[in-house]
């Protein structure tokens, strides 16, 4: 623990109130919302910091779901999609409810179990101007949208074409492919 110059002193972990769980910069974290009907908020622990009174705050990196960005959800967001933003706050330790984590894409898609906890990022938000990084994705499947993890995708053995759901766009109408791989 080293003291800063407001005479605060850094703190290498915290314990969640209530809890076993120790919680570190450069984990993710749980976060009560102000009302009680909202999801809880995502964030990732850039700093922990205790005053003279022994109040533990925390400097958060926020992570936004789809529809808390610019442009909204769309087909192709995962239910378990976070985008990591630029946005920072200082908030009391208090209001962490708990551990989860932030995985890329790549490792979320070979988790062989996905938990309450689990969730993927595969953009940066750029709060301010509603920018994303990268601004474009791999596409997979014949609609061109980025693949979705909650989606069911194959791959055609005739031309290696990937497809969502099993379905292939031929003259403008949706037809089954995996009924005819049964």
Not at 23 to 52: H, Q, T
Not at 111 to 129: I, M, N, P, T
Not at 137 to 163: A, I, K, S, T
Request: charged content about 30%.
């Amino acid at each position: 623990m080293a003291a800063t110059n407001n005479g605060n002193r850094d703190l290498d972990y915290y314990k969640i109130r209530g809890t076993n769980i120790i919680v570190r910069p450069g984990d993710s974290v749980s976060m009560r919302p102000s009302e009680s009907d909202k999801l809880p908020y995502i964030a990732r622990i850039e700093k922990l910091e205790e005053d003279s009174q022994s109040n533990v705050k925390v400097l958060v990196r926020w992570y936004y779901r789809p529809e808390e960005a610019k442009g909204g959800r769309r087909q192709f967001h995962g239910a378990k999609e976070l985008f990591l933003s630029d946005h920072y706050d200082d908030q009391s330790a208090l209001t962490i409810e708990g551990k989860c984590v932030v995985h890329s894409l790549k490792k979320y898609t070979k988790l062989k179990s996905v938990g309450a906890e689990d969730y993927f990022c595969r953009y940066k938000y750029r709060a301010e101007d509603g920018a994303f990084t990268p601004e474009r994705v791999v596409v997979f499947c014949r609609c061109e949208l980025p693949y979705n993890p909650d989606d069911l995708m194959v791959q055609c053995e005739g031309c290696w074409d990937w497809m969502v759901n099993g379905k292939s766009n031929q003259r403008g109408k949706w037809t089954k492919v995996l009924d005819s791989l049964s």
